[in-house]
């Protein structure tokens, strides 16, 4: 077999893993920590350092290739893993994934995949460790065909080579006037995400929120470059539901009033409850985007808590429950995975956001652009990191190196 040795590196994300709850239950901040006490298990602080476990492939030729594991900034919260564990899973990849890495095809993707990620003691592998594993199967496939990331998932899911340029995401973290400046500047094509995670940030019903939206808008037009017409998107962390409660319609009766305030741009709006459960979220979001479709407004449901799974993400498309998915990919798991989910958000046509989480590294970002080219989503976010020109950089740099490699191929096929 190709694969005759596994590495393991820790290593550390590019941001820092937050305990939602305590941050959602009012706590306050001192310069960069939050004060008081963790509510999530797993939390040693409300702000930890966010680490990351790097998993290498040693094949025959002694090629080393790489793939990144770690868990999402929220862990633990809505629904999903709890936060990561370096010493857990290093273990579990040393008694379980090495020996079934040592014995598959690795240039067979999915095959592969489907091997090494079967369950252990009758439970699912951890879906960081899927995700780091799965990176690194693909970049070892792409190593021994000779082709990039994004051909082996066409190939494997009988697609057409992509042409065209997915739109870029980029978020602000909690420094938002001086990164929406970037943003703008940047051209970037949907932003700023604005980190609307505290009572502070969203207001009394609202009203904090809807001025930020519209100085966004604003700002746009002052500082941006003549006909740049980005989409804005804004993360309220569930507290639209939390501020103004959890009645459909007046949750969408005060998101058409907000894009109504920003005439002329399309608004994402992510995250604007959370019902408690799965089930819950697709039934209250699915009504939610009806009344928006019915009026006629520019506005559209983006859903994250609640929808982290492949088959959460089926049901929120087979529902309607959001006009775009975000696929958040260490949840999801096997990236061979978030490549499934953005094909079920097109037969369904819902909207296929590639996100993923500021936690993450280079790596993941990068092999997180071959998946979205592949598949075509309607956008991808720039990461890791809370920054806009690292992570705009590195996800920008990666999509234009990858189309200009398959701009070539395609023009040597024609002639």
Known sequence: MQIKDVLLAPGSGAFFYDDQAAIRAGTSQDGFIYLGEPLTPGFTSIRVPASSLSIGLVLVDDTVVWGDMMSVQYSGAGGRNPLFDIKQISDLSARVM??????????????????????????????ALEYGVSQALLRAAAYLQRATMAEIVCAEFDLPLPTCRVPIYCQSGDAREINVDKMILKAVDVLPHGLINSRQKFGVNGQTFMEFVKWVAARTREIGRPNYQPVLHFDVYGWIGQEIG?????????????????????????????????????????????????????????????????????LFAEAK???????????????????????????????????????????????????????????????????????????????????????????????
């Open 98 to 127: 090495v020996p079934r890495l040592l014995g598959v095809d690795a240039s067979r993707y999915l095959d592969a995949c489907a091997k090494v990620f079967e369950p252990f003691e009758q439970e699912r592998l951890p879906l």
């Open 246 to 314: 959890l009645e459909p319609r007046r949750i969408a009766d005060f998101i058409c009033r907000v894009a109504e305030s920003v005439p002329g741009f399309t608004l994402n709006v992510e995250s604007p409850a959370d019902f408690g459960s799965t089930q819950a979220q697709i039934e209250n979001y699915a009504e939610i985007v009806s009344i928006l479709d019915d009026r006629g407004s520019s506005a559209r449901i983006v859903v994250d808590e609640r929808c982290n799974t492949l088959e959460d993400i089926r």
């Open 321 to 415: 429950g959001a006009h775009l998915v975000q696929i958040k990919t260490p949840d999801v798991g096997s990236i061979a995975d978030t490549a499934r989910a953005v094909l079920i958000c097109k037969q369904n046509q819902v909207g296929a956001y590639v996100g993923g989480s500021c936690t993450e590294t280079d790596l993941s970002a990068q092999a997180s652009v071959h998946i979205s080219v592949a598949t075509q989503a309607a956008m991808m976010l720039a990461k890791p990191g809370m920054g806009v020109d690292e992570a705009f950089s590195i996800v920008g740099n990666e999509q234009n190196r990858l189309l200009a490699i398959l701009n070539r191929r395609a023009t040597k096929n024609v002639g």
